[in-house]
């Protein structure tokens, strides 16, 4: 079935260094790529998405890149800070049967480090 | 207004009890799902609608039901309730037709004991 693994499941970093976590899907008709956030005892939250047309995609310190022929994504986050501490998702979808079903990752646990 | 309203937040049952989840969205969304989220782990899809009167298993559907009479409610059954369903329900929404972007409810965590 659709399937996607994503590394590493903890990362800790120092404040100001970079950040990055990757994600592998197997269905290849994934075609939509979302990045959530989500905070201690919060709903996940939408921080970045790319499509499948798109190689990458940047919004300020959070970025996104695609190889599609390796079906491998990743986030990026630079210059981190206290607050950017979460757990972070990514998900495939694609189209099936008329709607957008999505397949999350389990989760990276990042602590940024004062 | 509210996006996706989620009830109850808590709920603690005995195995073998029933309980409905409400999810309810007033953003005109036509896609609705459910997930549950265990420790540790990713979210698990339960069921989806893409609209009132269709509804279609996920990954996980074993033990749930669901119904979807309106546009804005979806709720989740869980009929005779076991400690493998103790988890926390999150659900979510999307317009759909090419606006992907998930809105998730503040999600209900529940335990059977």
């Known amino acids: 079935g659709e399937n996607v693994e994503q590394h590493p499941s903890t990362l800790s970093v120092q404040e100001g260094d970079s950040a990055v976590i990757k994600c592998t899907y197997s269905d290849s008709a994934s075609n939509y790529f979302p990045w959530y956030k989500q905070e201690l005892g919060k709903r996940p939250q939408l921080i970045i998405d790319i499509r499948s047309n798109v190689g990458e995609k940047k919004d300020q310190r959070i970025a996104v890149t695609l190889n599609k022929t390796a079906k491998h994504f990743s986030l990026h986050i630079t210059e981190t800070q206290p607050e950017d501490s979460a757990v972070y998702f990514c998900a495939a979808s694609s189209r099936d049967s008329g709607t957008y079903k999505y397949i999350f990752g389990t989760g990276t646990r990042l602590k940024v480090l004062a | 207004n509210a996006g996706v309203t989620q009830t109850p937040k808590f709920r603690i049952l005995k195995i073998g009890q029933s309980m409905t989840l409400q999810c309810t969205q007033d953003m005109n969304h036509n896609y609705m799902y459910w997930y549950r989220q265990d420790p540790g782990m990713g979210l698990k899809l339960i069921y989806y609608?893409?609209?009132?009167?269709?509804?279609d298993k996920g990954e996980v559907p074993n033990g749930y039901n669901v119904s979807r009479s309106t546009t804005e409610d979806f709720p989740l059954r869980l009929e005779l309730a076991a400690p493998s369903q103790t988890s926390v329900y999150f659900c979510?929404?999307?317009?759909?037709?090419?606006?992907?972007?998930?809105?998730f409810g503040s999600g209900t965590q529940l335990s059977v004991l």
């Open positions: 979510a929404s999307s317009l759909g037709q090419g606006g992907e972007k998930l809105f």
């Open positions: 609608s893409v609209g009132a009167g269709i509804t």
